[in-house]
């Protein structure tokens, strides 16, 4: 078929030249933009992602190690203030005590402006400055209660009755707080492992961690935890065992000791604690590392050692006496 004739010339020239610039400006700009953006003047949103993770990763990462002194200090401080502690100096006692609690809560707060963290360890920091404070206003009232009991007895047996029952409600009113603390931060350091191949590990916490058992070798020392005992004697084997305390006309708890050094006790007020044990030189440690009295050593000296039953006094005043007598599992 042949082909018909050319269109006719158009006679608005100038309007098809106008039409012609603007599309090839058009194409131009797009062109020039699309070769902007591939040879990467243009930041790809993978690469912003990738580039905000390493941030998010560095700040979280030396944001942990931060988080990590802080709780450090806060629990070396308090044990200092602790062993130093006298009925006589509770003002200073109370004082510093408070004083610490008001730091730690002020480095957290800081903690969480310090530039992009994760989300998941932003938030624990949120629950963690929360639940100090909850637990500051209820040693509040501990302090204050304990101080009115200091002066209320005249008999030295019943003050200090009095004041341990105290102590004893005190431990069972934070108890939940810090066993929601310990679950809470196991569960953040092996999810942030996971997720930035860095160790968060909850053991670099003092207050999880042993305390250093240093036993003397002879002729009564038997175990500290990790060593079954390769010594002199095995004396010590006669603590391994579930034992049922009691000071007495009341039962204390039962307190379960193995051979690797392990303890649990159970008492019967509601509470617990779990840790190790060391003996050596006719005396008993017990190292509470979970819960109640966590961080703590209790030290007591045994008599009246049989395979069924042991008497321990505790080595600091008021000199409790415990008699235990081994039950069968």
């Known amino acids: 078929m042949a082909q018909g004739p050319p269109p006719p010339p158009s006679h608005g020239g100038s309007n098809t030249v106008m039409i012609r610039n603007i599309a090839t400006g058009v194409i131009t700009t797009v062109l020039g933009a699309a070769i902007i953006y591939f040879l990467g003047f243009h930041k790809s949103g ?15 990462i030396n944001a942990w190690k931060s988080y990590v002194n ?4 806060f629990w070396g401080n308090w044990k200092i203030y602790a062993s130093n502690y006298t009925e006589a100096g509770f003002e200073n006692y109370k004082n510093n005590t408070l004083s610490e609690l008001e730091r730690f809560n002020n ?18 920091l949120e629950r963690r400055l929360d639940s100090k404070q909850q637990w500051e206003k ?74 250093t058992a240093t036993t003397n070798v002879n002729t009564n020392t038997g175990t500290n935890a990790g060593n079954s005992g390769s010594t002199t004697t095995d004396g010590w084997k006669k603590l391994v065992g579930k034992w049922q305390t009691s000071d007495g006309a009341n039962k204390v708890g039962t307190l379960y ?7 649990y006790y159970y008492f019967a007020s509601g509470d617990s604690t779990h840790g190790r044990w060391e003996f050596g030189n006719n005396q008993l440690t017990l190292h509470y590392e979970r819960y109640w009295g966590a961080g703590q050593a209790f030290t007591y000296n045994l008599s009246n050692v049989a395979d069924n039953s042991f008497t321990m006094t505790f080595t600091s005043s008021p000199f409790n006496v415990f008699s235990a007598t081994k039950l069968t599992y």
């Not at 993978?46 to 905000?52: F, I, R, T, V």
């Not at 802080?70 to 200090?73: I, L, P, T």
């Not at 929601?180 to 961690?209: H, P, R, V």
């Open 70 to 73: 802080y709780e450090n200090n």
């Open 257 to 263: 000791q193995y051979e690797d050094g392990r303890m």
């Open 138 to 211: 209820k040693y509040r009232k501990h302090l204050d209660k304990y101080e009115r009991l200091t002066g209320s007895a005249t008999d030295p047996q019943e003050k200090t009755t009095k004041q341990n029952e105290e102590v004893s409600r005190f431990q069972k009113d934070v108890k939940e707080l810090d066993e929601k603390f310990a679950n809470e931060i196991g569960e953040l350091c092996t999810a942030l492992t996971s997720k930035y191949s860095y160790n968060f590990s909850w053991a670099d916490l003092k207050m999880y961690q042993s305390t």
């Open 107 to 124: 480095d957290i707060k800081k903690l969480l402006e310090t530039g992009t963290l994760d989300p998941s360890f932003a938030s624990f």
């Open 46 to 60: 993978g690469g912003s992602s990738a580039e905000s993770m390493l941030v998010t990763k560095e700040n979280t």
